[in-house]
């Protein structure tokens, strides 16, 4: 997995632009798409062929599925004979990508303290050659907002039960290389599984980010009716734990940031102590954090 530094700016709404830049054809490399707006997007074209080049199983992601092409896709490229054309279709896109490239830098030097601003800063400063271990659904959402290190190997957790054993899988994962392994997770996924932290064979170079937004943050990015008791009991399952009690009981050194003012000290910290498994918890403001990410997408059009 890796981030999309290629990411072209929303476009859905723009019914010109959809008009314009309807492919002919659609080629897949790789896994399932994890953003359904993408997979929206592609499906209401009047697309003829879908083509998969792969391995493994093609997916019909888009129910349009001509042809599976068992290669590595690598191999494929390579034989791809080069031919120009005068077409206008690839300037159109990289109109849009050009003008994505000026707002993202204007849009993220400006941001409050957020969930988002948290990622950008650890995005920025993370360590070269080790694993990153992503935990589920906003913490990958957001990682595909920035482009991943290329000496990171980068695995991530999706499932249709949602945020159990993300922990455990890094923590799995981490005795059977060498490399320093980080995992970023959320508050709620951390929690669910906090239980992984109980075994003798942790690492002591393991490092685990947890971004607390006090509750299940993802739900207020998606559509529907947020102000109400039903939805931060059942929906957001808010709360005011830490995981400071946690990393006493399991032996782990805990670092806290609350602020972007306290970010640097505290983050350089806990990268540099390899003496025992590290946990830095990053507290951001959950009725904040929303509306941050959402008006990025709004600025970017």
């Given at each position: 997995m890796g981030g999309n530094r290629y990411l072209i700016a929303p476009i859905e709404n723009d019914e010109d632009a959809i008009a314009h830049l309807q492919p002919d054809m659609v080629v897949t490399i790789g896994g399932m798409i994890v953003s359904k707006k993408i997979k929206q997007y592609l499906r209401r074209f009047e697309t003829q062929y879908h083509?998969?080049?792969?391995?493994?199983r093609a997916y019909d992601t888009f129910f349009k599925l001509a042809g599976h092409i068992k290669t590595a896709p690598s191999h494929w490229v390579d034989q791809l004979s080069i031919n120009e054309t005068s077409d206008s279709y690839r300037d159109y896109w990289l109109q849009f990508f050009n003008n994505y490239l000026i707002k993202r830098t204007d849009y993220l030097a400006a941001i409050p303290w957020s969930d988002f601003r948290a990622f950008n800063l650890i995005f920025d400063s993370l360590p070269d050659h080790i694993v990153l271990q992503l935990g589920n659904s906003s913490t990958i959402r957001y990682a595909q907002l920035f482009p991943m290190n290329?000496?990171?190997?980068?695995f991530s957790n999706r499932g249709t039960s949602g945020i159990d054993g993300s922990t455990s899988t890094?923590?799995?994962?981490?005795?059977?290389q060498d490399k320093p392994t980080v995992c970023i997770t959320g508050d709620l996924s951390f929690l669910y599984d906090s239980n992984a932290l109980w075994n003798n064979?942790?690492?002591a170079n393991f490092k685990i980010i947890v971004i607390n937004n006090s509750g299940g943050g993802i739900f207020r990015i998606l559509p529907g009716e947020k102000d109400n008791h039903t939805f931060d009991t059942?929906?957001?399952t808010t709360h005011q734990l830490d995981a400071s009690h946690l990393c006493k009981m399991y032996d782990i050194n805990y670092h806290r940031i609350d602020g972007e003012d306290a970010f640097a000290k505290a983050y350089e910290k806990f990268l540099n102590d390899n003496s025992k498994p590290q946990l830095l918890e990053i507290f951001t403001p959950r009725l904040e954090n929303d509306t941050v990410l959402l008006d990025y997408f709004k600025f970017l059009k």
């Amino acid at each position: 997995m890796g981030g999309n530094r290629y990411l072209i700016a929303p476009i859905e709404n723009d019914e010109d632009a959809i008009a314009h830049l309807q492919p002919d054809m659609v080629v897949t490399i790789g896994g399932m798409i994890v953003s359904k707006k993408i997979k929206q997007y592609l499906r209401r074209f009047e697309t003829q062929y879908h083509y998969h080049i792969g391995n493994r199983r093609a997916y019909d992601t888009f129910f349009k599925l001509a042809g599976h092409i068992k290669t590595a896709p690598s191999h494929w490229v390579d034989q791809l004979s080069i031919n120009e054309t005068s077409d206008s279709y690839r300037d159109y896109w990289l109109q849009f990508f050009n003008n994505y490239l000026i707002k993202r830098t204007d849009y993220l030097a400006a941001i409050p303290w957020s969930d988002f601003r948290a990622f950008n800063l650890i995005f920025d400063s993370l360590p070269d050659h080790i694993v990153l271990q992503l935990g589920n659904s906003s913490t990958i959402r957001y990682a595909q907002l920035f482009p991943m290190n290329p000496t990171h190997t980068v695995f991530s957790n999706r499932g249709t039960s949602g945020i159990d054993g993300s922990t455990s899988t890094a923590i799995g994962a981490a005795v059977a290389q060498d490399k320093p392994t980080v995992c970023i997770t959320g508050d709620l996924s951390f929690l669910y599984d906090s239980n992984a932290l109980w075994n003798n064979y942790i690492p002591a170079n393991f490092k685990i980010i947890v971004i607390n937004n006090s509750g299940g943050g993802i739900f207020r990015i998606l559509p529907g009716e947020k102000d109400n008791h039903t939805f931060d009991t059942y929906f957001e399952t808010t709360h005011q734990l830490d995981a400071s009690h946690l990393c006493k009981m399991y032996d782990i050194n805990y670092h806290r940031i609350d602020g972007e003012d306290a970010f640097a000290k505290a983050y350089e910290k806990f990268l540099n102590d390899n003496s025992k498994p590290q946990l830095l918890e990053i507290f951001t403001p959950r009725l904040e954090n929303d509306t941050v990410l959402l008006d990025y997408f709004k600025f970017l059009k």
